[in-house]
């Protein structure tokens, strides 16, 4: 598909970061609600991609309108599925019209279902029919009439699907690759971050390359080194960039906290949750557990992540064997004892270092000012108190910086009873911190 970047309107679309929802659904329930959209909708949730539908979203006694038209607002894409009677609904002319006012051209997804192209353009067969009955029944509200023929011309012209001659369960398949590659990151980003991660390039890269997607083969891969070097966050990294292609993507976090306080029973239900949902009660003991993630996941190409494993029977437990999953699978574990790969048999292995003196780990904002001596200072002395460690680095620098903000007024500087009083540079460093700039807030220990 080829979209436009032109814009639909001057009103402002949602950044990805901003979405409640990363796909809204615009359908005309009596078409599609119990078979296209349904399946559309299954097979979007089932790549984790946020989709809203309004008979699953809203609660039953409140007024629907208002909220259809916030999550369309909130939304990063619509898919506007354009079907023999959606002219005539109101509530769809509507929200086709709001999809136009706020979203960019591009991320307007139309599929015409049962319906050509030329028909929306120009209000033609079953379109025309409804726009007859709208003349007649808006007489006073010709402004109305004529913005939902302006939306419809818009969308027709947009590049989308056709289902004539098509499967549907091909054409299904085809729209929720087009949204993975659109909704997935392309660039080294953590998730609710604005901030590009430089310093992980290499790493990311390496790991790809070891997880070699195109084979067919099943590979485990084991990325090992010390606390804070950025295990979990190059995976989680991998993850968000190739989950979209495979059938069934899961990131189990925090294996070592969790079993500690949990066990392992409760890791297999979090496991297999989305395969059993309400049934995830029948993981009574490990073995039955065992016995269903094997069945549950043997015929499908998968992508699992097991966070910090610190024992060989999670191991055992939660990925025993290549042949519980289906061909093409890649199971990446992160953890600190590299001998636990190896008694798995885990021949892909990488070390995670800390940062080396010729890399540089600094989170690049989007909106950060370029070239600031005083901000690079302040930022030199982060990476030398945390010795380099990504977590600690991302940790101090990004997130303090976006999340604890301070007013033009306000002067916040953390006291701290082992700080050395009168130094000069750190001083400079904190005016900066709470003056200058986007205002925000940087905890930190002395160099």
């Not at 659904?25 to 979007?44: E, N, P, Q, V």
């Not at 369960?169 to 085809?174: F, G, H, Q, V």
Request: a neutral charge; one cysteine or more.
């Amino acid at each position: 598909m080829d979209f436009s970047s032109q814009r639909a309107s001057t009103t402002s679309a949602p950044s990805a970061s901003q979405c409640k929802y990363q796909v809204f659904l615009s359908f005309r329930g009596i078409d599609t609600r119990r078979s296209f959209t349904a399946h559309l909708y299954d097979r979007l949730w089932f790549r984790s991609i946020t989709t809203f539908r309004d008979d699953n979203e809203l609660e039953r006694g409140t007024t629907i309108s208002p909220n259809l038209l916030r999550a369309i607002e909130e939304s990063w894409f619509a898919i506007v599925i354009l079907s023999p009677n959606f002219a005539s609904s109101i509530w769809c002319l509507d929200e086709v019209s709001k999809i136009v006012e706020c979203m960019k051209i591009d991320t307007i997804l139309p599929v015409f279902y049962d319906v050509d192209p030329s028909d929306v353009r120009k209000q033609m067969g079953t379109f025309a029919e409804a726009f007859n009955k709208h003349k007649k029944n808006f007489k006073k509200e010709k402004e109305k009439v004529q913005r939902w023929r302006d939306a419809l011309t818009k969308v027709g012209n947009i590049a989308g699907w056709t289902s004539k001659d098509r499967d549907e369960s091909d054409l299904i398949k085809e729209i929720v690759e087009e949204v993975c590659n659109k909704v997935y990151p392309t660039i080294f980003t953590l998730p609710g971050s604005t901030a590009k991660l430089g310093g992980m390039d290499f790493r990311v890269k390496k790991i790809e390359l070891l997880l070699d997607r195109e084979a067919k083969d099943v590979r485990f891969i084991g990325i090992w080194g010390a606390g804070g070097t950025g295990k979990t966050t190059a995976a989680r990294l991998v993850y968000d960039r190739i989950s979209h292609h495979f059938d069934v993507s899961y990131f189990l976090p925090n294996v070592r906290e969790v079993y500690a306080t949990h066990g392992l029973i409760h890791l297999q239900k979090r496991l297999l949750s989305p395969f059993l949902k309400e049934r995830v009660n029948e993981v009574w003991d490990v073995d039955r557990g065992t016995t269903l993630t094997k069945h549950c996941l043997c015929n499908k190409k998968v992508l699992l992540v097991i966070d910090d494993v610190d024992q060989l029977n999670q191991l055992q437990i939660l990925a025993g064997k290549k042949d519980w999953f289906g061909m093409g699978s890649r199971i990446i574990i992160t953890t600190r004892k590299e001998p636990l790969l190896i008694e798995h048999h885990i021949e892909e292995r990488y070390e995670l270092l800390r940062l080396q003196d010729n890399e540089d780990f600094r989170p690049q904002r989007r909106d950060q000012p370029k070239g600031d001596p005083k901000l690079e200072m302040c930022e030199n002395r982060i990476i030398i108190t945390t010795r380099k460690e990504p977590l600690l680095i991302e940790h101090h620098i990004e997130e303090r910086y976006e999340l604890l903000r301070l007013q033009d007024n306000e002067d916040f500087r953390p006291q701290r009873r082992d700080q050395p009083k009168g130094d000069p540079k750190l001083e400079m460093c904190e005016n900066l911190v709470c003056k200058g700039g986007p205002k925000l807030r940087l905890e930190w220990a002395p160099a």
